[in-house]
């Protein structure tokens, strides 16, 4: 018998912080998250990769599960 799928927990990440002074690492991690400016919100699945990077930028973002 085939087992039932739990609900994947929903992310909604919001770009808080310019980019300006921020380390190369850092725009490459919130540019891989699809943000672009202030403000933009998008929506993820809460996997450890995407929490991994959450958690890299984790002062210019703010999150919350849907």
Do not use: C, D, Y
């Not at 300006?20 to 540019?31: D, E, F």
């Not at 672009?36 to 958690?55: D, V």
């Amino acid at each position: 018998m085939a087992k039932k799928k739990e609900k994947e927990k929903k992310i909604q990440v919001t770009l808080k912080r310019s980019l300006i002074g921020q380390l190369p690492a850092h725009r490459k991690t919130i540019q891989a998250l699809g943000l672009h400016k202030i403000g933009h919100t998008r929506e993820f699945t809460a996997t450890p990769q995407i929490l991994g990077m959450i958690n890299k930028v984790k002062h210019m973002v703010t999150w919350e599960e849907i």
